[in-house]
C-alpha cells in the first residue's frame, strides 16, 4: 500500500527581488496553487493528530519515524457496513491470492499475556468473574455468582493454551480450574448460556490430556442445566425417539427437511434474543452429548432447537441477527459433522455469507470451521476456493478485533492493561471485557 501521506519535495523558490510584472491570470493562479497548499498541510496536520490518537496518543512528531504508522491507522478503519457484504464478498475472492494472514507470533503473545491477565480476574472461590467495567478505568470486576456459565469458556481456552504449550504450568494452572467448575460446593449451577458442553467436549476427547482431567471436563458438562420448553417433556415422554445407534442416525431418522421449512416461512410467537440464544447454541451442545454417551434423548434435543431456531430464522422474526445465524450456522455445521447429510453444511454456508458480523465471535467460528471442511466436503473445488474464502472471513475478523479491542500496548489505548473489549454492534469497543469472550478468543487465536 502507497503512503497517503506525500511529502512535498519541491524547493521552494527565493523571492525575486526585481518585481514581477502581475497579471489577472498570474494572481488567480498563485492564488488557488496557495490554497492547495493549505488545504494539503492542514490534511496532512490532521491525518497526524488523529493517526497520533488513534495509535496510542503518540507525539505526532515522532510518528513519521514509525514505519508501521500507515498500518496502524488502516487497522482502525472502520469495519464495512451491513450494505457492503456483497462487495466485500466479491472483493475477496481477489483478496484472498494476496491477503497476508494475521501474524501468528502476535497472536501467540497475546494468548501468553492473556493468560497472565485471566489468572487475576477471579472471584473469592476461586472462578472466573463474569466480566470487568470500564468506565472509565478498568477497575469495576462483576462477579459471576453462583453460576458458572461464563467461566465454562475460559477453562476450555486454558485447554487451547496447554494443548499448544503442553508446560507443567499450564497444565497445573488448567486442572485447578476444572476442579473448581466441577465442585459443586465452590460453584454451585452452571446454567448453560452459549456453548457448554461443546466446549467441554475437546477436553474429554483431548489426546493430551490426562484422564483425570478429561473426567473432570466430562463432570462439568453433565452437571450443566438448560432450558427446556415444556413441549419438549411431552415430545419425549410420548416416545419421540430416534434409536440408539450412530447407523441409525445416518440413515436418516428424525431427519429434518431445511429448505421445506425454510420455505413454509412457519408463523412464530416472536421472543426475545436470549431465547434464540438458547435455541442456536443448544444442538452443537447436544450434538456433543450425544456423541459423549449415545443417548437418544440429546439427539432429539439437538434437533428440537435446531428445528425450532430454524422456524424462527424462516418467520423473519426481527430479533434474529448476525449472531443468531452465526451461532446457527455453527449448529447446523456440527450436525452435519454427526449425521453426514451435506444439507446441514450447505446450510451453515448460506448462513455464513448472509450475516455480516466479521466481528461476533461466532461467526469467526462458523468461518473456521468451514474453512477447514470445505476442502473435503467441496470435492469439484480443485483449488479450495472456497476454503481461502472463509479463510479470508475469518483473519479479517480476527485481525480488525486485535486492532480495535484489544487492550494492550500498542493495540487499543485504554488501560493497556490486558483482555479485549467485548464488541458493538458496529464493529467498535464497549466498555466492557467479559471473561467469557476472553476464552472463546484464546481457543479461536491458539487454532491455527
Not at 468473574?129 to 477453562?155: F, K, M, W, Y
Not at 483431548?206 to 415430545?235: F, N
Not at 408463523?267 to 449415545?294: C, H
Request: hydrophobic share 35%.
Amino acid at each position: 500500500m502507497s503512503n497517503p501521506i506525500q511529502k512535498n519535495n519541491e524547493d521552494v523558490n527565493q523571492i525575486n527581488p526585481v518585481k514581477p510584472k502581475i497579471s489577472l491570470r498570474n494572481l488567480n493562479k498563485k492564488w488557488i496553487l496557495f490554497t492547495i497548499l493549505v488545504a494539503l498541510a492542514v490534511l496532512v496536520s490532521l491525518i497526524f493528530l488523529i493517526g497520533g490518537f488513534l495509535i496510542g496518543g503518540k507525539n505526532p512528531l515522532q510518528i513519521v519515524k514509525d514505519s508501521s504508522f500507515v498500518t496502524s491507522i488502516v487497522k482502525r478503519l472502520p469495519f464495512v457496513s451491513t450494505s457492503d457484504k456483497q462487495k466485500k464478498a466479491k472483493d475477496s475472492d481477489e483478496a484472498i491470492e494476496t491477503a497476508e494472514s494475521p501474524v501468528k507470533r502476535e497472536y501467540e503473545e497475546i494468548a501468553d499475556n492473556l493468560m497472565l491477565w485471566l489468572d487475576e480476574q477471579k472471584d473469592d472461590n476461586g472462578s472466573y468473574a463474569n466480566q470487568i467495567i470500564c468506565e472509565p478505568s478498568c477497575d469495576r470486576i462483576l462477579s459471576a455468582g453462583t453460576s458458572g456459565h461464563d467461566g465454562v469458556p475460559v477453562v476450555w481456552g486454558r485447554y487451547k493454551y496447554y494443548e499448544k504449550n503442553q508446560t507443567k504450568e499450564a497444565l497445573a494452572k488448567l486442572t485447578n480450574d476444572l476442579k473448581i467448575y466441577a465442585n459443586k460446593e465452590l460453584v454451585p449451577s452452571i446454567q448453560a448460556n452459549g456453548w457448554t458442553c461443546n466446549l467441554m467436549h475437546d477436553l474429554w476427547k483431548s489426546k493430551v490430556l490426562p484422564k483425570k482431567q478429561r473426567d473432570l471436563a466430562s463432570d462439568i458438562c453433565w452437571r450443566t442445566t438448560y432450558y427446556a420448553p415444556e413441549e419438549m417433556g411431552d415430545h419425549i415422554t410420548t416416545g419421540y425417539s430416534f434409536g440408539s445407534t450412530y447407523e441409525k442416525v445416518k440413515k436418516g431418522l428424525g431427519k429434518i427437511e431445511i429448505q421445506q421449512i425454510k420455505d413454509s416461512k412457519p408463523e412464530m410467537e416472536e421472543v426475545g434474543q436470549a431465547v434464540l440464544n438458547y435455541l442456536t447454541t443448544y444442538p452443537s451442545d447436544f450434538v456433543a452429548r450425544y456423541l459423549w454417551k449415545n443417548n437418544d434423548v440429546d439427539l432429539f434435543k439437538a434437533q428440537y432447537y435446531f428445528r425450532e431456531a430454524l422456524r424462527h430464522y424462516s418467520s423473519g422474526n426481527d430479533e434474529f441477527g448476525d449472531l443468531q445465524m452465526c451461532q446457527l450456522g455453527v449448529s447446523s455445521v456440527d450436525l452435519y459433522l454427526l449425521t453426514d447429510e451435506k444439507q446441514y453444511y450447505d446450510f451453515g454456508k448460506v448462513l455464513a455469507e448472509e450475516s455480516s458480523g466479521y466481528f461476533y465471535l461466532p461467526c469467526l467460528f462458523l468461518y473456521d470451521r468451514l474453512a477447514k471442511l470445505a476442502p473435503e466436503v467441496e470435492i469439484n473445488d480443485e483449488t479450495n476456493k472456497i476454503g481461502r474464502h472463509f479463510a479470508y472471513y475469518r483473519d479479517y475478523g480476527l485481525d480488525k478485533k486485535v486492532a480495535w479491542t484489544y487492550d494492550w500496548e500498542g493495540y487499543y489505548p485504554l488501560t493497556e492493561e490486558g483482555g479485549f473489549l467485548d464488541t458493538s454492534a458496529n464493529g467498535g469497543p464497549k466498555s466492557v471485557k467479559s471473561l467469557r469472550n476472553n476464552g472463546l478468543i484464546i481457543g479461536l487465536i491458539l487454532s491455527y
